[in-house]
């Protein structure tokens, strides 16, 4: 498509649905660990609508999503209610989803995003309980090629937050990174698994444009069927253009619902939303309402990890750069594994942090990669890991020699120390060992002695890799280049 024309300001509010990782479902005891297994085989009367059955509220879900809106600085009400949200659809037996409408549990709260440099506040209007439904798959006869529908009702009653935003986003990219850093926080708190190639992460988007300056809202679309962060930035940046184009050619953007294509790259028009679906919300009639005492509430927040933003900025205040901060508190694991690697450590905190860093971002990121590993499975504790470091940073072994005690402690799960010692790894750094050594490389490369002496500064990088060589690395290389140039210079 055409450039955006820069006249223009887009207005973007998301609605993320997202799946409470708990034991049993939002109001039955069926189990919530559903995937994978055959359909319909995780239900009960309840989560099939059966008429007469009593939902009973999943304590653990109500904790789950208190402890999310602390997580996101939202207010948390001390009161609120369930309502039954009625639709006839086909995933929803009962013909209606027990959801909150007025009073939900959270609201008011705010997330910080940065991009390219600029730090904002996405404001969180409210984050609601409700219960997944049920899954559809559809079908069609390879005979008679006719289109039917299967129903499978494993999902139906899982607990399910809506965490809706503010319409405070102003672009794809702002929309892509407050998706990251949602998850992630979702992820440190430990409320959900947050994948949206599982489903269990999903994201509808609230579309306008207008012009800029202007204070009203456009016309709103609704975007649906995005699976990936990608299909939300694409999705975004496709419409926003289809929109400006509309009213560049003086046409009208209707409100409608459109559905993201990753296989044409474009929304597609789905229906008509002129006027707003009633849902004849009203209390349920079958749950008490929720009090939340602040002893409750207090013991829930005593529940949260230091979350993403502050241990960045912390591990900033350390000495380390925005790039290695943030890739170390990308993943909470991560970042526990870094900080026992510290605490294991010897020195101040900048000598300890930068140590761990290099590390971290070096040999255990390569092994991790070339394993397609996690940090949990990384095979070495961080006491461990420790021990080589400092055998590397102490000068007892050399960077080099460091690098393949690092592969044979990973392989066998012996200690650095062990190693060092029953292979004779030490490094050499006396000068009765290294000279005769270095007066051999001296020797046997006439030519590179005659490029030093020509002004060739990389000559002696060669001869140091000689000597080097000789000792399979355990030759001290500060030492080795001293007496090369005192030998050459004679």
């Known amino acids: 498509m055409t450039a955006i024309a820069t006249d223009y300001e887009v207005v973007i509010g998301l609605e993320v649905h997202c799946q409470l990782k708990t034991a049993s479902k939002m109001f039955c005891g069926c189990s919530a660990d559903y995937a994978g297994a055959e359909p319909n085989t995780h239900v009960c009367p309840v989560c099939l609508g059966m008429p007469g059955v009593l939902p009973v509220i999943n304590e653990k879900a109500i904790e789950g999503i208190v402890l999310t809106g602390l997580a996101l600085n939202c207010t948390i009400a001390p009161f609120s209610k369930f309502d039954r949200k009625n639709y006839p659809y086909p995933d929803l037996m009962k013909g209606y989803q027990i959801s909150q ?16 440099g600029a730090r904002r506040r996405i404001g969180i209007t409210r984050v609601h309980m409700e219960e997944d439904t049920a899954r559809l798959l559809h079908r069609v006869d390879p005979v008679t090629g006719e289109a039917y529908s299967l129903i499978d009702v494993n999902r139906s009653g899982t607990p399910l937050m809506e965490i809706v935003s503010e319409p405070d986003i102003r672009s794809a990219a702002e929309a892509r990174e407050y998706l990251v850093r949602l998850r992630q926080v979702l992820r440190y708190i430990g409320v959900s698994d947050a994948n949206m190639e599982e489903g269990n992460f999903r994201c509808d988007a609230n579309i306008s444009v207008r012009r800029k300056g202007e204070t009203a809202f456009g016309t709103k679309v609704e975007i649906k069927n995005m699976n990936s962060f990608r299909a939300v930035h694409d999705a975004l940046l496709y419409e926003e253009r289809r929109q400006i184009g509309v009213l560049e050619a003086g046409g009208k953007v209707e409100q409608e619902t459109r559905g993201w294509s990753d296989e044409r790259q474009m929304t597609l028009s789905q229906r008509s939303k002129e006027h707003a679906h009633d849902y004849r919300y009203f209390p349920e009639p079958d749950l008490p309402p929720l009090k939340l005492g602040a002893a409750f509430i207090e013991r829930v927040r005593a529940r949260l990890p230091e979350l993403p933003a502050a241990k960045i900025a912390r591990y900033r205040g350390l000495g380390l750069s925005d790039y290695e901060a943030a890739t170390l508190a990308e993943e909470r694991p991560r970042a526990e594994y870094f900080e026992r690697l510290m605490a294991a450590l010897s020195g101040d905190d900048a000598r300890r942090a930068k140590l761990a860093a290099n590390w971290m971002l070096g040999e255990v990121a390569r092994w991790l990669n070339a394993n397609q590993a996690e ?13 080589l470091i400092e055998q590397v940073a102490n000068g007892t072994v050399t960077a080099l020699v460091g690098k393949d005690v690092f592969e044979q402690m990973v392989a066998s799960g012996e200690s650095a120390e062990a190693i060092i010692e029953r292979q004779g790894l030490a490094q050499i750094s006396g000068a009765d060992e290294l000279t005769g050594l270095v007066r051999k490389a001296i020797a046997e490369n006439p030519r590179a002695v ?3 002496h020509a002004g060739k500064a990389t000559a002696i990088k060669f001869l140091i890799g000689q000597v080097m060589r000789e000792t399979k690395g355990r030759a001290n290389a500060q030492v080795v280049q001293e007496l090369l140039e005192r030998e050459l210079q004679q």
Do not use: H, K, S, T
């Not at 549990?105 to 995003?113: F, H, K, Q, S, T």
């Not at 940090?375 to 021990?387: C, K, M, S, Y």
């Open 375 to 387: 940090i949990d499975r990384f095979p070495l504790e961080p006491e461990q890991l420790a021990g």
């Open 101 to 116: 409408y007025d009073l939900p549990i959270c609201r008011d709260g705010w997330l910080e995003i940065e991009v390219e």
């Open 450 to 452: 005659a490029d030093f």
